[in-house]
């Protein structure tokens, strides 16, 4: 139902528009803020934080900017702000690349460095220290030029060239160790395992009674809820489908849910993560409305239950 007051509704639909806009940088935002935090969720939050800010950022400027590198500085910042609030910073700051600076550092425009760094696991990229990270991924996932990774990145060229081929080094010694660890069997914890029992069982009570109290809903994209009696009217319209299932999955090493618009179907539609306290689900996040990143991650695993 749409909004009431002529104000909020002018405001939804100004965010539409500028949605649509920027439909066609917001899949490349998601590559980089995901592989920055290491996470698909957290990255999807950082690409929803810029363009908020983005949005009403406009209403104060003349002319509007070049979209692509100013939502990407954006996105740079919000990600370097995540990663300080969180002490996730590896011991290199950012800032130490204005002083070590490799004259002689080779930029080798091969296919070899992207296709290492495509295919990389996001959460491997965190082992990087950020200045590493933010540029192999802007140069080698993304294919951003070097002026344009400096530019973004407030350093020389020079020192771009030096922590590139630093950051190519240390991820390329990364998957060498990766390929000798031997692989491990997925555990399915057992509060997904009930949810994803329940939801095929079509039992939305006992799915409902998983809620936490203060449980927050993310339809990513769409809309938030919070709160029990809020949240659980989200169930209702999967309640009037009749195929839709559920089976235990990960998306780069993380647990998730991948939804299936039928138990026939061969590949999920996409994919929902759950987080929980003991028993109770705590959070929902559904990336139905998100398609772009379920395109992006040829990682996702499942078995079908």
């Known amino acids: 139902m749409p909004p009431s007051d002529p104000v909020v509704s002018a405001l939804h639909e100004g965010m539409r528009r500028f949605l649509l806009l920027v439909a066609g940088i917001r899949p490349d935002l998601h590559r980089y803020c995901a592989r920055m935090t290491g996470s698909v969720a957290d990255g ?5 934080d810029t363009l908020a800010r983005a949005y ?42 204005l002083e070590s600076t490799l004259s002689d550092a080779s930029d080798p425009e091969h296919l070899l460095a992207r296709e290492q760094a495509t295919r990389a696991a996001i959460s491997r990229f965190v082992e990087l220290v950020p200045a590493q990270r933010s540029a192999v991924i802007l140069k080698d996932v993304l294919g951003h030029s070097l002026a ?3 530019q ?14 630093r950051g190519r080094l240390r991820l ?8 000798q660890q031997p692989a491990l069997p997925r555990v399915v914890s057992p509060g997904i395992a009930r949810y994803v029992a329940l939801f095929n069982a079509r039992d939305w009570d006992g ?19 919070s709160g029990r009696r809020e949240v659980s009217s989200y169930f209702s319209n999967y309640s009037k489908i ?19 618009q039928s138990a026939n179907h061969a590949r999920p539609a996409y994919f929902i993560q759950l987080e929980m306290c003991g028993e109770q689900v705590t959070r929902i996040q559904d990336f139905r409305y998100v398609p772009y990143i379920l395109a992006e991650f040829s990682q996702l695993e499942w078995a079908h239950s």
């Open 44 to 48: 999807e939050d950082i690409v929803q």
């Open 56 to 97: 009403y950022a406009l209403s104060e400027m003349e002319t509007v900017p070049e979209l692509r590198p100013w939502l990407f500085q954006i996105a740079h910042n919000r990600a370097t702000d995540y990663l300080r609030r969180y002490e996730r910073r590896m011991s290199e700051p950012l800032d130490g690349v």
């Open 148 to 150: 344009e990774l400096a």
């Open 152 to 165: 973004l990145m407030a350093i020389s060229e020079p020192a771009a060239k030096a922590v590139l081929h």
């Open 172 to 179: 390329q010694s990364l998957a060498e160790a990766a390929q």
């Open 207 to 225: 799915v409902r009674a998983l809620l936490a109290e203060d449980v927050r809903l993310d339809l990513v994209s769409r809309a938030k809820r």
């Open 242 to 260: 009749s195929d839709w299932h559920l089976a235990p999955g990960s998306v780069d090493g993380r647990e998730v849910i991948a939804v299936f």
